[in-house]
């Protein structure tokens, strides 16, 4: 009976530690990405911000560049429409992901966490939050 228990033990330890975690690297980082959740929440609620046509592309090179664009219908702090170009560089500080741009947008002020194929960031502008999630492509 002891001897079942110890198996049933030692298999139950060894599949727990069967997982693989994610330790991002520049490489594997780096790559193409598209907005698959932008959201804007405040005290009115959560505003879907893709279903309203904005959208972000962005592609984080090895070298530590970027290149891409923002784009939100009606986003520009005058009414107009909000286009910047995501040009500039990236760093990776253990798994957070940070952006320096010369566009002024809120990408540039929040850390993004990275996950496989995905970065999650979201940071809070004037009571409002912000959430971006950018998956790979």
């Known amino acids: ?3 079942i ?3 049933a033990l030692a298999l139950a330890l060894g599949s727990c530690g069967g997982e693989d975690t994610f330790s991002p690297t520049v490489e594997t980082v780096a790559g193409s990405y598209t907005a698959s959740l932008l959201t ?3 005290t009115v609620g959560t505003t879907d911000l893709l279903a309203l046509g904005s959208t972000v592309a962005i592609t984080l090179a090895v070298g530590g560049t ?5 784009f939100v219908p009606g986003g520009a702090d005058d009414g107009s ?6 040009a500039g560089t990236w760093a ?4 957070t992901v940070t952006f320096q741009q010369a566009g002024d947008t ?14 999650n960031g979201q940071g809070m502008f004037s009571g409002a939050i912000i959430r971006l999630v ?3 492509t």
Not at 81 to 86: A, C, G, R, S, T
Request: hydrophobic share 45%; net charge negative.
């Open 81 to 86: 429409d909000l286009d910047v170009d995501l």
């Open 92 to 95: 990776l500080s253990g798994s």
């Open 1 to 3: 009976m002891r001897a």
């Open 134 to 136: 950018l998956g790979k």
């Open 5 to 7: 228990l110890a198996l």
């Open 66 to 70: 970027t290149s891409g664009r923002l």
């Open 40 to 42: 804007l929440s405040s």
């Open 106 to 119: 809120f990408i540039r002020d929040i850390e993004f966490t990275a996950g496989p194929n995905e970065l």
